[in-house]
């Protein structure tokens, strides 16, 4: 057991069941780097307040620097004897410079210090998951723009509906995740840290300190991803009560799952025989230790199923803050699984998730085949009575009883003469026939599109919506 933060008024030794119970180093030292980062604004502002002098604070700052260091090299190993990363942290920065170690924790709190590190933490993740999305959502619109000549058959309920474009269909998953990108981005934008939140009533370091102290130390991480906000506590018990920023950045992240997971069934469900519009990359299949024949879809049906975990994840910490009472609680230590599980599973999706869209291949002679049912232009068969004058649902009865024909009597209706048409109605003759039951003029008839091309807020190119 190593050393830990407290304990001059126990007499008894902890419990070592109940201390491996409670410790949280095995996972919480994914957020090592954003409590170095607390540590040295925190030497500067013990510097400023004159706590500190010059020299010591040096040496903190440079011993802190080369944990940072560490971590950012991939070197550094946890403790996992520590308490938490906060405990291992101040173990190591005691063995570099001794005993002056014992002025870093001056006045401030682990529970200011968890507070800022999951903010920093959230903020780094979500850049990255906001490029790992800009990336798929090219790739969405690059396979749009690969077939977009390409016609299909549209589902509701999935039940052959009407024709589509193919690059409307990839472009209601690129809107998708595209509200994804806005969403990330705007809570990125309003996303803040604040410090000397004290253990919840405030720290008797000033104000100035540690604003002074903040501008000091983003200054010198220029180029990092990093809060655009930042600025002293305003209110210190609810800083360290408060975890609404994690759930927000969950939610969001359970929305993105919600969409990967109906990308994938999507993909699913078209890579089956009985679609086999698609074909899927078998880089990222899998086959069966007993079917020789077998490419199995893992990769996105392991995305479908993970929506369960992300969503779980998100519920998990939502039902943690229930009810708690202010301020901080150790109940709160529960929300850092989910989230580091959350952002590791939207990550490894969304990067493989813009490979395995590259390699899907489209099987056009089925989808064409699939396009010659002829149930999919019947409501633009209503379109054009309707057009002709005839009341809508005149002619959706019209259209309906000839769709019931053709099926009774099994004859098609683009092989039927002129003159059965017209018992129909006096309008419907086979030219009309041959010209609207064809998917480009089905396609080509719906005027309610947009056409333009207009760049998102976020830069991104939207031609995929067209
Ligand atoms: N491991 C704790 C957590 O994750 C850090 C804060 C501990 N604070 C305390 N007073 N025990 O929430």
């Known amino acids: 057991m190593s050393k830990k933060m407290w304990g001059g008024r126990f007499r008894k030794e902890i419990n070592r069941d109940f201390f491996q119970f409670q410790k949280s180093a095995h996972y919480d030292w994914r957020l090592a780097e954003y409590d170095i980062y607390h540590s040295i604004i925190h030497v500067f502002a013990l510097c400023e307040a004159g706590i500190l002098s010059a020299s010591e604070a040096e040496k903190l700052t440079s011993a802190l620097e080369d944990i940072s260091k560490e971590v950012k090299e991939g070197k550094f190993k946890p403790n996992l004897n520590a308490e938490d990363i906060h405990t291992d942290i101040q173990n190591r920065v005691a063995k570099k410079v001794g005993k002056l170690a014992h002025k870093l924790h001056t006045l401030r709190s682990r529970n200011d210090q968890v507070t800022f590190d999951e903010k920093w933490y959230c903020y780094k993740e979500g850049v990255y998951i906001l490029s790992l999305l800009n990336q798929v959502l090219s790739e969405l619109n690059h396979w749009g723009n690969r077939y977009k000549d390409i016609f299909m058959p549209g589902y509701t309920h999935t039940q052959r509906a009407q024709v589509v474009s193919f690059i409307n269909y990839t472009g209601a998953f690129f809107c998708m995740l595209e509200r994804d990108f806005q969403r990330l981005d705007s809570f990125l934008k309003k996303s803040s840290i604040y410090i000397g939140s004290g253990a919840l009533a405030g720290s008797a370091i000033p104000r100035l300190a540690y604003s002074e102290a903040i501008k000091k130390f983003l200054q010198r991480v220029e180029s990092y991803p990093k809060p655009s906000k930042s600025e002293a506590v305003r209110n210190p018990l609810d800083n360290v009560a408060s975890r609404d920023f994690l759930i927000e950045f969950l939610s969001i992240l359970a929305i993105i799952q919600m969409h990967l997971s109906r990308i994938a069934e999507d993909f699913i469900l078209y890579s089956t025989k009985e679609f086999a519009f698609f074909d899927l990359p078998e880089e990222f299949c899998t ?82 085949h699939a396009l010659e049912d002829e149930g999919l232009y019947a409501t633009e068969l209503v379109e ?20 019931r024909y053709s099926e009774e009597k099994n004859v098609k209706i683009k092989g039927m003469s002129d003159k059965v048409l017209k018992t129909f109605h006096s309008k419907l003759n086979h030219g009309n026939i041959k010209r609207i039951m064809n998917p480009k003029y089905a396609v080509s008839s719906k005027k309610s599109l947009s056409k333009g091309r207009q760049t998102a807020s976020s830069g991104l190119a939207r031609e995929n919506r067209a």
Do not use: W
Request: proline share 4%; glycine share 8%.
């Open 287 to 368: 086959g069966s230790s007993l079917m020789p024949h077998k490419k199995n879809p893992d990769f996105l049906e392991l995305v479908r199923g993970n929506t369960g975990k992300v969503y779980g994840n998100l519920m998990s910490i939502l039902t943690t803050m229930k009810a708690l009472p202010l301020t901080y609680n150790r109940d709160m230590q529960a929300d850092k699984e989910p989230l580091f599980s959350s952002v590791k599973t939207i990550g490894d999706e969304l990067k493989i998730m813009t490979e395995f869209i590259k390699g899907i291949k489209l099987n056009e002679q089925q989808i064409r």
């Open 384 to 403: 054009f009575l309707v057009y002709e004058g005839v009341a809508f649902k005149k002619a959706h009865n019209i259209i309906g009883r000839l769709i």
